[in-house]
């Protein structure tokens, strides 16, 4: 379509072509979400033992705790990647052996194994403190909650692809993630997966029932809708949120959602969203204006 102040159109003309942009715009949401930051780059890491982290040799499977927000790697140094950031009082245990390599302790977290450095770890349990103690895996996220958020997870790297909700479950590849450039609406994508704002929570939550294949292109909600309560979730308190709930806000004009995964709900928190074409689907850690609402899918 040429652009609406192109002067060999009509006024009629402008004034439809302008409509059917603000309809676009309310329709996929997303717009004008302007998040304070583009990527994850994990928490600080000065590399110094302290006093009060892990030193020594530990049981395989015992539980640990992390004592500052602190990045869970795929290798025990820190020029290997952080799969995701622990915040402070996330539970670890640890697996496979005793003694830290580099310092570094090798640890499950919500299913994943990974390395975590001991200047961040204290001392929970240890297997000899319950030995009726037969699941190792610390507390998280169960049941729907839990699939959630692993489905979120999944999305991270993917591409913004606005009015869409497509990823692979095992993450993105070179030649899966996608790109996207431009301006939305006005962007442009390339390639076969991709998420916006709201295709993503739609699919992480699985609403309707019938959106339950991650592979499945699909945008059946925009922010204007999850701004608002149904049969499929409600209104809650930001003081109240859990992992897997949302946050929403829609203006009329521009809107956003993201998944909320822990933090505080007023304040500083852990959220998956796919924010735009130059960020892509991240997990993130940000603060949310008061126009945000907290959201709950039905069942959680």
């Known amino acids: 379509m040429p652009h609406p102040r192109n002067h060999s159109l009509t006024r009629p003309m402008q004034v439809t072509c302008w409509a059917l942009l603000v309809f676009l715009s309310l329709a996929c949401g997303c717009t004008a979400a302007t998040p304070e930051s583009q990527e994850v780059y994990g928490a600080p890491e000065d590399i110094e033992i302290t006093a009060s982290g892990m030193k020594g040799a530990v049981p ?22 952080v799969i995701r950031v622990l915040p402070e009082g ?58 959630a958020i692993q489905r979120a997870q999944a999305s991270v790297g993917f591409s913004y692809w606005w009015g869409h909700g497509r990823w692979r479950p095992e993450g993105p590849t070179s030649s899966t993630k996608g790109s996207c450039s431009g301006s939305c609406p006005s962007c442009s994508h390339s390639g076969s997966y991709g998420a916006d704002c709201s295709g993503m929570v739609a699919k992480a939550w699985q609403v309707p029932s019938s959106n339950d294949s991650l592979t499945s292109d699909s945008h059946p909600y925009s922010t204007g809708d999850f701004i608002h309560s149904t049969s499929q979730w409600s209104i809650v308190s930001r003081g109240s949120l859990e992992s897997a709930d949302g946050l929403a806000y829609n203006n009329g004009s521009s809107g956003h959602v993201v998944l909320y995964d822990s933090g505080d709900g007023w304040g500083s928190m852990w959220v998956y969203e796919c924010k735009g074409c130059s960020a892509g689907c991240v997990h993130d850690l940000r603060s949310l204006s008061s126009s945000y609402k907290g959201i709950r899918r039905a069942g959680y």
């Open 60 to 81: 395989v499977g015992s539980t640990l705790a992390t004592t500052a927000g602190v990045n869970f790697r795929k290798g025990a140094s820190t020029s290997n990647s």
């Open 90 to 147: 996330t539970q670890v245990v640890t697996v496979d052996q005793e003694t830290p390599t580099n310092s570094f302790y090798k640890v499950k977290h919500q299913g994943t194994v990974g390395w975590v450095y001991g200047a961040y770890l204290q001392l929970v349990a240890s297997p000899e403190d319950d030995d009726t103690n037969n699941d190792p895996d610390p507390p998280a996220p169960s049941g729907s909650r839990a699939a």
